[in-house]
Nanobody
Framework: QVQLVESGGGLVQAGGSLRLSCAASGRTFSTYAMGWFRQAPGKEREFVAR????????SYADSVKGRFTISRDNAGNTVYLQMNSLKLEDTAVYYC??????????WGQGTQVTVSS
């Protein structure tokens, strides 16, 4: 079974930083891309950042560009999200996503990030 295990969420003051990690276990798949989404209460899940495994090419939502950085660790099938200059609007449940070369999707359990004033 493919599992995505997230860590690093928590409570942080506005302007602070957090680093989220997502480790993919199983190694029975070929990773096409991994990324992060988030969902705030009462809102739709939205794209945050993505990294393509073969090239390292990245993509970011406009709302986080310049503040968040996604990176990869191919050996451990791990993706990270460094979040700096956090804002109240960043408060959400953050989900890790893995897309295989077959286009199959896998999701983590979600981790809460709460930004306080």
């Amino acid at each position: 079974q493919v599992q995505l295990v997230e860590s690093g969420g928590g409570l942080v003051q506005a302007g602070g930083s957090l680093r989220l990690s997502c480790a993919a276990s199983g190694r029975t798949f070929s990773t096409y891309a991994m990324g992060w989404f988030r969902q705030a209460p009462g809102k739709e899940r939205e794209f945050v950042a993505r990294i393509y495994w073969s090239t390292g090419s990245t993509s970011y939502a406009d709302s986080v560009k310049g503040r968040f950085t996604i990176s990869r660790d191919n050996a451990g099938n791990t993706v990270y999200l460094q979040m700096n200059s956090l804002k109240l609007e960043d408060t959400a449940v953050y989900y890790c996503r893995a897309v295989l070369t077959t286009s199959s999707d896998y999701w983590g359990q979600g981790t809460q990030v709460t930004v306080s004033s």
